[in-house]
């Protein structure tokens, strides 16, 4: 069983910056591929981004692609997801999971087994 805590989430106003953490309890993190999802109130929880194990891949939906960089310190069993130029449409809380099931696509929430609580970011206009 993997743990996962989600932290940096906060209040900010648009076009600021905010880092996300996601610490994991897994000692062979450097296994585990990645994702960061959102949910805003009344939707759906939404891809925001991808990483492998070794870092060599990550991916971003459009929505976020340019602005959102995803990276991780195996060595610290941390990911990070980067954010800049906020928008208000960016307001959510946050999650990290861990990828277990490769028949599905990195992009579904159900190819995640391990969530994090989430951590709320609020963009203001």
């Known amino acids: 069983q993997v743990q996962l805590v989600e932290s940096g989430g906060g209040l900010v106003q648009a076009g600021d910056s905010l880092r996300l953490s996601c610490l994991a309890s897994?000692?062979?993190?450097?296994?585990?591929?990645m994702g960061w999802f959102r949910q805003a109130p009344g939707k759906e929880r939404e891809f925001v981004g991808y990483?492998?194990?070794?870092?060599?891949?990550?991916y971003y939906p459009d929505s976020v692609k340019g602005r959102f960089t995803i990276s991780r310190d195996n060595t610290e069993n941390t990911m990070y997801l980067q954010m800049n130029s906020l928008k208000p449409e960016d307001t959510a809380v946050y999650y990290c999971?861990?990828?277990?099931?490769?028949?599905?696509?990195?992009?579904?929430?159900?190819?995640?087994?391990?969530w994090g609580q989430g951590t709320q970011v609020t963009v203001s206009s």
């Open positions: 999971a861990t990828r277990v099931y490769y028949n599905k696509d990195y992009e579904s929430p159900t190819s995640y087994a391990y």
């Open positions: 897994e000692r062979t993190f450097s296994n585990l591929d």
């Open positions: 990483i492998t194990g070794s870092s060599l891949t990550t």
